[in-house]
């Protein structure tokens, strides 16, 4: 069953055309009947119901959390955006980020905002390879603190090198869940229950049956 608000943030990635159908070649060489791209809620309306879907993900979790981190760069407005849709909704979490290098001047270090501690959050918009992800652990753990989970926009339940995807490999590796606003899963029950959009179903479906991961 498709969670509520997993339909309504496909179909405001629809709109916003960061969700769109065709053929797309992929860093790994597919050709992939859709493409998401999460730089396209360019605006402010778009960009603060992601980071409402992204609080709504994280309250609904209900992983124990003390601090947020968004790894640079598309994680930086993410973190601050859902910290600040998780304070409209009553929990005020502190928030963190880092810097591609290090500032020498000023407060100095990689690291802006908050302390990071105790149980660290990721918010990023996808895993492809978990690069981003593993750099953060290295940030959190040189930081004392413990990493929590990750939470991502859209998981595309896709096998990587291996037997896994990119999200499986990440929660066998850390030992911690992995949230998903929307997931493949949630893109197929869309796509059927959606009459302008039944036409892409079918090449979406094959697709997952080729590369996916159940």
Same mark, same amino acid.
């Given at each position: 069953? #498709? ?7 496909? =179909? ?9 159908? /065709?053929?797309?070649k992929t860093k790994a060489g597919r050709l992939s009947p859709y493409f998401f791209n999460s730089a396209l809620f360019d605006d402010g309306e778009s960009f =603060? !119901? ?19 981190? %968004?790894?640079?760069? $598309? /994680?930086?407005?993410?973190?601050? %955006? &859902? ?16 810097? $591609?290098?290090? $500032?020498?001047?000023?407060?100095? %270090? ?7 501690? %105790? ?7 996808? #895993? ?6 593993? !750099?953060?652990?290295?940030? #959190? ?7 929590? =989970? ?13 037997? $896994? ?9 850390? /030992?911690?869940?992995?949230v998903a606003v929307a997931s493949l899963t949630d893109l197929l029950g869309f796509l059927a229950d959606s009459p302008q959009m039944a036409v892409?179903? !079918? ?6 049956? &080729?590369?996916?991961?159940?």
């Open positions: 069953m #498709i969670v509520h608000f997993s339909r309504e943030f496909l =179909g405001l990635a629809v709109r916003k055309g960061v969700l769109r159908f /065709g053929e797309f =603060g !119901e992601l980071c409402g879907y992204y609080a709504r993900a994280i309250r609904d979790s209900g992983l124990a959390v003390d601090t947020l981190f %968004g790894p640079a760069y $598309k /994680g930086i407005p993410l973190v601050a %955006g &859902t910290a600040m849709q998780l304070a409209a909704q009553g929990v005020n979490l502190p928030f963190c980020f880092n810097r $591609k290098e290090a $500032k020498d001047h000023g407060e100095g %270090g990689t690291l802006v905002g908050a302390p990071l501690k %105790g149980r660290v959050l990721v918010l990023d918009d996808v #895993i492809s390879a978990g690069t981003s992800v593993r !750099e953060s652990v290295e940030i #959190i753990r040189a930081a004392g603190a413990e990493l929590a =989970g990750v939470v991502i926009a859209l998981d595309r339940m896709e096998r990587g090198t291996g037997d $896994k995807s990119a999200v499986q490999e990440v929660r066998d590796s850390f /030992g911690v869940p992995v892409q179903l !079918e090449a979406v479906q094959r697709y997952r049956d &080729t590369y996916g991961v159940a």
